[in-house]
């Protein structure tokens, strides 16, 4: 069965630290992808990235990078000098097989990051 | 608004009534997606189609909850008795098939069960 931990409920920084979202998985299945998602104080949860289990190069887009390691199933958010619009509830998220065939997405709890100005 | 559109926003019923939820998805997207969401937990799934294909359903899921995409465009989530437990916040999501778990979430219905 598949699983999702963010051990990290709830973390506080002050704007400009850099902050990282920690997400351990675990799964069966040699193909599967990774995801994860923001949710706003608005409520719509909105895609930040996916990756495949077949690709560990590390990804960075503007502030946001991911680390993706499977040797210790994690795949890891960092957020490079956060702004005050970054506070939010972060989802990692887990699909396995095929994604085209199966989007079934098993999300964890979630970390709720407050930036404070 | 070319987003994925929830309606209702917010509904409050008894305990024993049916509800339904309707949700209108992007429209060039073929994959529709309901999830459940309660305070503090990530959202879970419950059931998906492509097109009017209903794909896969979860176990969690009860006798008493049917979703339909009648034409592959809208899709609707009945309730049915309705029980406090399905207190919860109902998540639609659509996506294109070729890029499998990029969801496009609406706003959500949120549901109270009294």
């Known amino acids: 069965a598949q699983k999702v931990t963010q051990a990290q409920t709830e973390i506080s920084v002050v704007e400009k630290e850099d902050v990282t979202l920690d997400c351990v998985y675990e799964t069966r299945d040699t193909t599967y992808y990774l995801f994860w998602y923001k949710q706003p104080p608005s409520g719509e949860l909105v895609f930040l990235i996916r990756?495949?289990?077949?690709?560990?190069q590390n990804e960075i887009s503007g502030r946001y990078s991911w680390n993706f390691q499977k040797s210790t199933s994690s795949f890891n958010f960092t957020i490079t000098a956060s702004q005050v619009v970054d506070s939010a509830v972060y989802f990692c998220a887990l699909s396995e097989g095929d994604t085209g065939a199966n989007s079934k997405l098993t999300f964890g709890k979630g970390i709720t990051l407050s930036v404070r100005p | 608004d070319t987003g994925v559109s929830q309606n209702p926003r917010h509904k409050i019923t008894k305990r024993g009534q049916n509800v339904t939820f309707r949700c209108d998805p992007i429209s060039e997207h073929n994959r529709l997606y309901w999830y459940r969401q309660t305070l503090g937990q990530g959202p879970e799934f419950l059931t998906y189609?492509?097109?009017?294909?209903?794909?896969?359903k979860s176990r969690l899921l009860s006798d008493r909850f049917s979703a339909e995409r009648p034409k592959g465009s809208f899709s609707t989530l009945e309730i049915q008795r309705t029980e406090q437990g399905d207190s919860a916040m109902y998540l639609c999501?659509?996506?294109?098939?070729?890029?499998?778990?990029?969801?496009?979430f609406g706003e959500g219905s949120r549901l109270t069960v009294l």
């Open positions: 990756r495949n289990s077949f690709d560990e």
């Open positions: 999501a659509s996506s294109l098939w070729t890029r499998g778990g990029e969801l496009f």
């Open positions: 189609f492509q097109n009017e294909a209903q794909l896969e």
